[in-house]
Nanobody, 125 residues
C-alpha cells in the first residue's frame, strides 16, 4: 500500500520559516515527479511546487508565482522523501499543505495519483 505522510506543519509568525516533509512508503518515487499543493479555507486546492528529475543528479523545480523566491522544494531519494522549505511566510500562506506523487500527464501543476493526508500551516500576522 502506497502512503505519503506529511509532517512539519504548525503555527508560525509572519516572516518565519517552516520545513515540511513528505515521506513515501510502499514504492519508490525516485523517477517520478513529486509536488506540493495547498488548500486554504473556502478556496480550491492550488499548486505550490513540483520537483522533476531530469537525470540522476539534475532536476527541475516548478513554483507557483505566489511562492517564488520564498519556498524551495527538494528531494532525498535515499529516504524517499520530498521537502518544502518555506521562508518569509505570510498570513496568506495559511492552508493545509498536501504532498502528491506520480504525475498524471505532462503538467507538473496538474493531476497526481497519490496524495498525503495534509499538514496544517498557520501563519499569524
Amino acid at each position: 500500500q502506497v502512503q505519503l505522510v506529511e509532517s512539519g506543519g504548525g503555527l508560525v509568525q509572519a516572516g518565519g520559516s517552516l520545513r515540511l516533509s513528505c515521506a513515501a512508503s510502499g514504492r519508490t518515487f525516485s523517477r517520478n515527479t513529486m509536488a506540493w499543493f495547498r488548500q486554504a479555507p473556502g478556496k480550491e486546492r492550488e499548486f505550490v511546487a513540483a520537483h522533476t528529475w531530469r537525470t540522476s543528479t539534475l532536476y527541475y523545480a516548478y513554483y507557483a508565482d505566489s511562492v517564488k523566491g520564498r519556498f524551495t522544494i527538494s528531494r532525498d531519494n535515499a529516504k524517499n522523501t520530498v521537502y518544502l522549505h518555506m521562508n518569509n511566510l505570510k498570513p496568506e500562506d495559511t492552508a493545509v499543505y498536501y504532498c502528491a506523487g506520480e504525475m498524471r500527464g505532462n503538467d507538473p501543476k496538474g493531476s497526481y495519483t497519490y496524495w498525503g493526508q495534509g499538514t496544517q500551516v498557520t501563519v499569524s500576522s
